[in-house]
């Protein structure tokens, strides 16, 4: 339900061009793992195992798919007998290989090349999907502002926490129209911080250097389009940024 309202929102969004086209962004995970590992693994390094619940989401999901090496799990389980997107939501559309599985429990696949799904006890080994949670928002705002607008429309201002993370945003950059995007990254009470309360474990400071007692006016943390590194601005500002969308919010402000 909640995604179906996102939804709606980024149609909204796309029609006044304001959100770049960006929704999910998936990768293949080479490394064998159980389906529940695995969405361990996303969770913690991306946003989640990749779903697509629409043609449109399903269509951008086996494009990023192409680079598929083996069998590799997908946001897709059993529960008491009903399939349902990691999300939670019930899944009324699946493109099955052959025959819709009848199993009591059991996680999905997808087999390189077929662009459908098979089934699988959860305990096998496989490769993963992972996905990120990005949109590039183009209306210019403080930073304040874009963390208002996030945490409105979507779910808070991005956290570029891992390496992964940053990565997916990277690939976003260049269609930004502002040298610099606001990202979730905050100078508050003597340290830079995630406003979603990820750890500030990764980091990618321009010169490799973590401002360590900013100016006031420069205590908000940005992606600079052309370094490809973080930079700390003037929070006011007037920004492209990156929301992410999601229910996993743990505020620090
Ligand atoms: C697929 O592989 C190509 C070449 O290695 C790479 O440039 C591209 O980014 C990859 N795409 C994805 C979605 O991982
Ligand atoms: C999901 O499907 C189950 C079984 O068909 C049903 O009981 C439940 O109400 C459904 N949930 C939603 C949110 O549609
Ligand atoms: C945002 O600012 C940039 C750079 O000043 C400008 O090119 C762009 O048109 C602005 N975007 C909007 C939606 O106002
Ligand atoms: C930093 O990352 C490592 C490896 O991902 C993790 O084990 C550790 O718990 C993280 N540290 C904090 C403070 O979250």
């Known amino acids: 339900m909640k995604m179906k309202t996102t939804l709606a929102l980024l149609l909204i969004m796309e029609l006044y061009g304001l959100s770049s086209g960006l929704i999910k962004q998936h990768f293949f995970v080479n490394r064998k793992m159980t389906w529940d590992f695995a969405s361990k693994y996303c969770k913690t390094y991306f946003h989640d195992l990749s779903t697509f619940t629409n043609e449109d989401e399903e269509q951008q999901f086996l ?8 069998d ?10 009903v399939w349902k997107w990691s999300e939670d939501e019930n899944a009324t559309r699946i493109s099955w290989d052959i025959t819709q599985p ?11 090349g077929r662009k459908k799904l098979h089934d699988k006890e959860c305990t096998a080994e496989y490769p993963a999907f992972c996905m990120t949670n990005f949109v ?12 208002e607008y996030c945490r409105t429309h979507y ?9 992964e993370r940053m990565d997916s945003a990277l690939l976003e950059i260049t269609k930004a129209e502002t040298e610099y995007v606001w990202t979730g990254l905050r100078f508050l ?25 900013p100016a006031r006016d420069l205590r908000c943390g940005a992606l600079d389009k052309q370094t490809r590194l973080w930079r700390h601005r003037n929070c006011e500002e007037k920004l492209s940024f990156f929301c992410q969308y999601g229910v996993m919010r743990q505020t620090n402000l």
Do not use: I
């Open 72 to 81: 590799a799990w997908v946001g897709l389980y059993t529960e008491s007998g």
């Open 136 to 147: 590039l928002m183009h209306q210019n705002e403080t930073w304040e502002g874009a963390l």
């Open 155 to 163: 779910n808070d201002l991005a956290s570029l926490s891992t390496k």
């Open 102 to 112: 009848d199993k009591a429990d059991g996680c999905a696949f997808l087999r390189p």
């Open 189 to 213: 009470a003597g340290d830079w911080l995630w406003v979603t309360g990820d750890a500030l474990n990764y980091t990618a400071w321009y010169k490799n250097e973590q401002p360590q007692c």
């Open 63 to 70: 494009e990023d798919a192409l680079n598929q090496t083996s």
